[in-house]
């Protein structure tokens, strides 16, 4: 569909015909033999991937994306979308913050409207400690050029009124960490403006084709095995998020990842009333309200590993009693639907952008609970990695040999909670 300004006069005449003439967004074309680099997963991360690479690399060659689903039909469809770069070591912060930097050009980059909206996000302190760990990141970002601010119980009452601040609360709200860049856009708009203008700029992308097996022959990737047939290539750029572990053991490789379910549920539509996202550790919940007026609440994962895209209810049942614990007053709306993905978590809450002991065979993985912030960044990095063999400044540090090497860059302070 070109263009996203729709008149009553062409959705009437496409109406008519069944809508069956708008013209499509990507063009659908069949896998060919073979490409000078294919990337595997069409997910947000592929997607950008591929947009990056054909847009700033174009001496590349041919590329596909393969998809085995429906583009963006994984986490990418499922998640919550929040968008922030308030961490706290410099390395993550630092590609979060290319990523924030790029999703405020990206409706324009694309000429696709993603909905990037920067209505800023909170992070709730409940105990003296987390006001400690607050301030702590706080002081962080400004040494790292991030906007983010520490406020205390009163000016959060101010910025959230519905937020119940008793100091009789089980878990009192002492203050929070801000950050106004900080907020939500619309995964679907994001999947498909990456989708088309990766299409319009000549990448195959082939929906309904699972990579099936790896050729490796001297230590080099040669090929790939898919239920629509082989494909010839020397470059594969695995993104494939909750399911790169089993991509990895196509390869003989053994990655540092746990796949696990993660859950979401929306409320029924009702009038606006949170205009940011409110995120609580300690609680463990987080919520925003989607242009529907949908409550858009986000729980933890399960414990366990799986690869059923579900969850469990107990989850969800923690979930909804610590959303009542911030707002007491939403106990009596009723809740539309939930669902869930599978996501793939690293031992120090970071992901791994990566080259491998395959020669030709680059991951780009582990983004765990928090990957869709980080979709224009990491499609912007790991582009640059498949055209020119090597990690950039903002990837190095996210190599999977630091597993080997220790130089770990622990966030799990930062992802504590789903986000
Ligand atoms: C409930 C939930 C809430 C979340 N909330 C947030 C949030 O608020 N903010 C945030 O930053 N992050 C959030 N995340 C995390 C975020 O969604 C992920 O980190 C991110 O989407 C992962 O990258 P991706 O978009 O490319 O993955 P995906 O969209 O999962 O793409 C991977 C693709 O690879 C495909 N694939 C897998 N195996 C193969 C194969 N063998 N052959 C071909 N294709 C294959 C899959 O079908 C899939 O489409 C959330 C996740 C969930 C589940």
């Known amino acids: ?154 000016e959060v009452k101010e910025k959230i009124p519905q937020l119940d601040c008793s100091r009789s609360r089980r878990f009192p709200v002492l203050g929070a960490s801000w950050q106004p860049r900080a907020g939500i856009a619309h995964h679907d708009a994001v999947a498909r403006g990456f989708a088309r203008a990766a299409s319009r700029l000549g990448v195959d992308l082939i929906e309904g084709c699972e990579v099936t097996g790896m050729d490796i022959q001297g230590g080099k990737i040669r090929g790939l095995q898919t239920n629509l047939g082989a494909v010839r290539t020397d470059r594969v750029g695995c993104v494939a998020a909750g399911h790169s572990s089993v991509l990895a053991t196509m390869a003989g490789l053994r ?16 009038q606006r009333v949170i205009d940011t996202v409110i995120m609580s550790n300690a609680v463990h919940g987080y919520l925003s309200q989607s242009d529907k007026g949908e409550l858009v609440i986000g729980a933890g994962i399960d414990s366990y590993v799986g690869y059923g895209q579900r969850g469990s209810p107990h989850v969800i049942e923690h979930t909804a009693a610590a959303i009542i614990e911030l707002f007491p007053q939403f106990s009596r709306v009723r809740m539309n639907r939930q669902w869930g993905g599978i996501v793939d978590v690293t031992p120090d809450a970071c992901p791994i952008i990566s080259k491998t002991a395959v020669q030709g065979l680059f991951f780009n993985c582990g983004w765990g609970t928090g990957g869709f912030k980080a979709t224009p960044g990491s499609g912007h990095v790991f582009a640059d990695m498949l055209a020119k063999g090597e990690p950039n400044q903002l990837a190095k540090a996210f190599a999977v040999d630091r597993f080997l090497t220790g130089h770990l860059i622990d966030e799990h302070g930062a992802a504590g909670v789903a986000h």
């Open 1 to 154: 569909m070109r263009g996203q300004n729709y008149s009553l006069w062409s959705l009437l005449k496409h109406g008519f015909k069944n809508h069956q003439t708008w013209e499509p967004a990507w063009e659908r074309v069949a896998l060919k033999p073979s490409y000078d680099v294919v990337i595997v997963g069409g997910g947000g991360h592929g997607l950008a991937t591929a947009y990056y690479l054909a847009k700033n690399h174009p001496e590349v060659g041919k590329i596909a994306v393969l998809e085995k689903g429906y583009l963006g039909g994984g986490n990418t469809a499922r998640n919550t979308t929040i968008v922030r770069s308030n961490y706290l070591w410099d390395e993550s912060a630092a590609i979060y913050e290319h990523s924030l930097k790029l999703w405020e050009g990206l409706t324009e980059d694309l000429n696709f409207n993603v909905m990037f909206s920067q209505r800023g996000v909170f992070n709730l302190g409940h105990t003296l400690q987390d006001m400690r760990d607050i301030e702590r990141r706080v002081n962080a970002n400004a040494l790292q050029g991030i906007d983010a601010h520490v406020l205390n119980a009163q």
């Open 255 to 270: 990655m540092p990842l746990e796949s696990h379910p993660l859950q979401a549920f929306v409320s029924e539509s009702m």
